[in-house]
Structures are given as structure tokens and as C-alpha cells.
């Protein structure tokens, strides 16, 4: 595989779009990352890491009324053949500051708020909202 997190985010996109309550994804330590920092920004319900079969289960969340997903868009920034890097000055705002940017820095995998906070730049995976 080519490149894991667009992966890890299209296997999202594609529960959501077939109503999935739950969707199964192989573990990485970045995907790990990502899964924690959905859940803490309220993206996701719950999550479980199942180290022994290697995957990563997530269960997604949906709005009661509409019964849409609270995720619209997963969108990869940073790909294998190109790849996008910010420091603190020019850090992306995504959807004005509705959504956020998720980042792979020197202190592990951020959201783009906790990397302001720290004063630290790097690799911009994705942007979600």
C-alpha cells in the first residue's frame, strides 16, 4: 500500500457514505494518532485499539435528527509524492476554525490547535471537518 492514511481515511468516508455504525482499520501508531484526536474533538463516539489482531475499531458518529454524518469531509493534504509542511506563523485554517488539521510533528501526531499551543510546526496529514 501505497500510502496508509488515505487509507485509514477513505475506509471513513466509505462507512459513512454505506451508514456503518462501526468500521474496522489496520493499525499504525500515526492512525492511532488520528483516531485519538477525532474522538477528543467529538468526531467519532469511542474507539478500540485491538493490538493483538492489528486493526483499529471506530465507531462512527451520526446527527440524531438528520441521521448525516458529523464528518463532512476527510480531505489528505501531505501524499507520498508531494509533500506539504507548515511552521507555527503560517498554520492552515480549515473552514475558518470549524474544522481542524491534523499534523505530524516532532511531539507526535497533533491537531493543529494543540500545535500552535506547543509551538511547533511539521507534516500536515489531513484536513477534516
Known amino acids: 500500500m501505497t500510502d496508509p492514511i488515505a487509507d485509514f481515511l477513505t475506509r471513513?468516508?466509505?462507512?459513512?457514505?454505506?451508514?456503518?455504525?462501526?468500521?474496522?482499520?489496520?493499525t499504525s501508531n500515526i492512525k492511532k494518532g488520528i483516531t485519538k484526536i477525532l474522538f477528543d474533538n467529538g468526531y467519532i463516539l469511542n474507539y478500540k485499539f485491538d493490538d493483538e489482531?492489528?486493526?483499529?475499531?471506530?465507531?462512527?458518529?451520526?446527527?440524531?435528527?438528520?441521521?448525516?454524518?458529523?464528518?463532512?469531509?476527510?480531505?489528505?493534504v501531505s501524499?507520498?509524492?508531494?509533500?506539504?509542511?507548515?511552521?507555527?506563523?503560517?498554520?492552515p485554517r480549515v473552514l475558518n476554525g470549524l474544522g481542524i488539521a491534523i499534523l505530524s510533528t516532532s511531539q507526535g501526531v497533533l491537531s493543529d490547535k494543540e500545535a500552535k499551543a506547543k509551538n511547533v510546526g511539521g507534516e500536515v496529514l489531513c484536513y477534516i471537518y
Open 53 to 76: 489482531n492489528g486493526i483499529i475499531k471506530i465507531a462512527l458518529k451520526y446527527n440524531l435528527q438528520t441521521k448525516q454524518p458529523v464528518i463532512k469531509k476527510l480531505e489528505r
Open 12 to 26: 471513513i468516508r466509505n462507512a459513512q457514505m454505506a451508514k456503518s455504525r462501526v468500521v474496522e482499520v489496520p
Open 79 to 91: 501524499r507520498p509524492g508531494l509533500r506539504k509542511y507548515t511552521n507555527v506563523e503560517n498554520m
